[in-house]
């Protein structure tokens, strides 16, 4: 009988002895195989092969690796857009506050006690810009001695210059592109009659008439435009002033003198405001001046020349 071949197997560190054998067909040959594989198993020899069934690895996942798949509400992602440009403008809306507030504290501080306050309001409003408000200036009449009329302005300027040498007072007055030579200004007729006889017997051709000043439109600021309406009331108020004493030796120029005040005081960044404010200043001083008996009457006629030239020249 052939010996049976024997196979020894090692699961999980114990040994089991298996036999190749002829197939079992009755019981008590399978109570012995039971039996057998139930006996103490001997100790492993060199004839013996031994096969070992090694567990498999179990690949566990790494925790770390691991992500997240919980996603985050619409409105979380939206906050992380908005959310810094929101916070950039708070902070650059906070910070013009505080710079808004440094500028008003600056222009709020008292200026120093040796400082003109006059002054510094007419240089502040002489450095601000205007804005010009169009306006339109009344018109007004008066008799005059005029001793020419020009189209060309060098002729006049030529002839202007012959009554000069003989103290005859004279402006050239320009209206509506025309040259006129004018010697003398009266709120009547029979005053500038006067005027006119006392041109001719220094031997200068010369004749009064009537004439009137035409209203014009300006365009100047507010307060400016101001200024040069009153000189279009206070004016003629002055010639009539004028001629009221060279007729009667009585006049009164007190009732002027707060409108010439006014007139003269005005703040204003326009030369040629500026020099009617001047000439009107003058003229008042010399008007009042001759009706106290102590004045020259040339010397008023040129001064009301001068005012009414300025006056025509702003615009």
Known sequence: MKSEKEIKVKINGETKTFTEGPPVHDWKAGSDEVAASEEP???TTNEHKIYYFPQKNVKRKNPRLHR???KQPSGFR???LVGPMLTAVLIGVLLGVIILQMIKQDKNEPTSALVDVT???????EGATEVLTPSTLPGFNL?????GYFSQQDSATTQLASFKDKNIPSEVLTINNEYFIWTGLASTKESADKLETSYKELGVDVFDKSISIPAKDISLSEGD????????????????????FQSTGKAEVTG???QIASISGAATANENVKKLQAAVSEAYQSLETYVSGEGNESDVQQKMLTVLKEYLLVN
């Open 119 to 125: 002054n510094t309001s007419k240089e502040a409003n």
């Open 41 to 43: 198993q001997k100790e």
């Open 225 to 244: 435009g101001q200024t040069v309406g009153k000189v279009a009331t206070v004016f003629p108020e002055m010639v009539k002033t004028y001629s009221s």
């Open 143 to 147: 008799h005059v001695v005029q001793g």
């Open 78 to 80: 939206i906050w992380k």
């Open 256 to 258: 002027l003198k707060d």
């Open 68 to 70: 997240s798949t919980v």
